[in-house]
Nanobody, 119 residues
Framework: QVQLVESGGGLVQPGGSLRLSCAAS????????MSWHRQAPGKERELVAH????????NYADSVKGRFTISRDNAKNTVYLQMNSLKFEDTAVYYC????????????WGQGTQVTVSS
């Protein structure tokens, strides 16, 4: 049974930082691309950042480039999202996702963690 468990969310002031973690189990983590997504109230879920299974490449939404960094530790089956210079508009529920192509897409989602940026 695949499980993705996010942690590290919370309340932070504008300009502050948070690091989200997503611990995976029940899958061969190093075979999966990992991504972070977020969904703000009344908005669609959007891709924030993606990292390849090897960790060799990553990409970001324009809105977070230069502020967020995605990384992974395949030995710990964990993907991280370092969020710096947080803005009010970063407030959302953040989800991690594991993806692998095996003739069709295999995708698994975590339950989400709330990030609130407020003064």
């Amino acid at each position: 049974q695949v499980q993705l468990v996010e942690s590290g969310g919370g309340l932070v002031q504008p300009g502050g930082s948070l690091r989200l973690s997503c611990a995976a189990s029940g899958l061969t983590f190093s075979n999966y691309g990992m991504s972070w997504h977020r969904q703000a109230p009344g908005k669609e879920r959007e891709l924030v950042a993606h990292i390849a299974n090897s960790g060799g490449s990553s990409n970001y939404a324009d809105s977070v480039k230069g502020r967020f960094t995605i990384s992974r530790d395949n030995a710990k089956n964990t993907v991280y999202l370092q969020m710096n210079s947080l803005k009010f508009e970063d407030t959302a529920v953040y989800y991690c996702k594991a993806t692998r192509w095996l003739g069709s897409w295999y995708e698994y989602w975590g339950q989400g963690t709330q990030v609130t940026v407020s003064s």
